[in-house]
């Protein structure tokens, strides 16, 4: 069973994890390179076992949180792209946050899953803002960031790293020429009574 789709670009699709992805995520969550940046390093398979159980309970208690992200050509699970709640210098914030497989690294998958769920933020949720908080030598995550249309905007800490705050504000993304393009959908609610 798969779980439920979120948004789907050219190459990549955003769906709900569902317990049958631990396989998959564990090789990506537990590598040293991809959890180079992050508070919490390589997780453990626990760890991961507790990654995707907090996912499955945010998606009932919020409606969204980090989504599976396949990759279309070859049906792959290769990472994940989604929104989380934050709480950044006493202000509530819905951050986009991404990690993909090293395999998948430089061909703009980053960008592609990355946009998809800022679109899915500004799109359905109806947030004024979405972050990213990037540690300043994560030089292919800023790239990311801009590359969204997201500029820097302060620096601030995060648990125990330091971290720049990259933000996007929904009058600068309707500015943003390539918004909800046919390639770039964020798949519409079901109808009542058909799922
Ligand atoms: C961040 C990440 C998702 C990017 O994925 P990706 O598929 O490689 O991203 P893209 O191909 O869309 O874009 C990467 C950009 O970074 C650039 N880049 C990569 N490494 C770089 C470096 N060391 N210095 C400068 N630019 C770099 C690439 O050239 C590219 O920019 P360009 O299109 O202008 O050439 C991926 O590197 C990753 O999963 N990293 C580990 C997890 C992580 O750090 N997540 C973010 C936490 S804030």
Redo the contacts with the bound molecule.
Sequence with gaps: MTGKVIAQSARITLREFTWADFPELLPILTDPL?M???VTGPLTPEQVRGFLDRCLCKYKERGYWLWAAIYRPENRLI?YSGLLDQYIDNKPEIEV????APA?????????AAALARDYAFARLGTDRVI????PA????I??AE?NGFTYEKDTTYYHLFVRVYSLWRSQWLRLPHILSPQNQVCPEPKRGSD
């Design positions: 991809v180079k940046f992050s990472g946050a991404y990690r993909l998948f690294w430089g061909r703009g998958l980053g960008t592609e990213s908080l990037i540690e994560n030089m292919a995550s790239r990311v590359k």
